[in-house]
């Protein structure tokens, strides 16, 4: 099983960027999938979360209004829409799958993992 986060980059304050999490050896269509990000110094933290259906989403409220979850089950991907980027958001930013469709923000509830792409927000 693997999951490709690609799509990150270096952006200005107030633009945006949109990455891809790509899943391949097992299909993940029955699965809830999730976003969190790390900085530098500190913990990976939580960005959001989609069911399996798509819907039920949640968000942390650094990114709520701003960032947006979608999944292609037919293409077994899912996607981060950022919008409005700010400093704060600079991250290495991992998506996974959750072994189940709970409504999870913990990084422990997450079985598969994403090698992380990098998103750069300049001031």
């Known amino acids: 099983v693997q999951l490709q986060a690609s799509g990150g980059g270096l952006v200005q304050a107030g633009g945006s960027l949109r990455l891809s999490c790509a899943a391949s050896g097992r299909t993940f269509s029955n699965n809830r999938m999730g976003w969190f990000r790390q900085a530098p110094g500190k913990e990976r933290d939580f960005v959001g979360s989609i069911g399996w259906s798509g819907g039920r989403t949640y968000y942390a409220d650094s990114v709520k209004g701003r960032f947006t979850i979608s999944r292609d089950n037919a293409k077994n991907t899912m996607y981060l829409q950022m919008n409005s980027l700010k400093p704060e958001d600079t991250a290495v930013y991992y998506c996974?799958?959750?072994?189940?469709?709970?409504?999870?923000?913990?990084?422990?509830?997450?079985?598969?993992w994403g090698q992380g792409t990098q998103v750069t927000v300049s001031s």
């Open positions: 996974a799958v959750l072994l189940g469709d709970w409504a999870s923000r913990r990084v422990s509830d997450y079985a598969y």
